[in-house]
């Protein structure tokens, strides 16, 4: 399942990802909110990664 992998918090990559693509957005779409989900995150992957406890 595609939604077993969320992005890891702790990696600085991961923010210069999202800055990227909320950049790339804007540019896009004119609205002032985006909706990313992640109401329904699964976390049992981060259960396992001892930097992110």
């Known amino acids: 399942?595609?939604?077993?992998?969320p992005f890891d918090p702790t990696m600085?990559?991961?923010y210069t990802?999202?800055?990227s693509v909320l950049s790339?957005?804007?540019t896009?779409?004119?609205?002032?909110y985006i909706h990313m989900g992640g109401d329904e995150v699964v976390t049992g992957c981060w259960n396992e990664m001892p930097e992110i406890q």
């Open 24 to 26: 790339d957005s804007r």
């Open 28 to 32: 896009i779409f004119t609205d002032d």
């Open 17 to 19: 990802v999202l800055q």
């Open 1 to 5: 399942n595609i939604n077993n992998i």
């Open 12 to 14: 600085d990559e991961t």
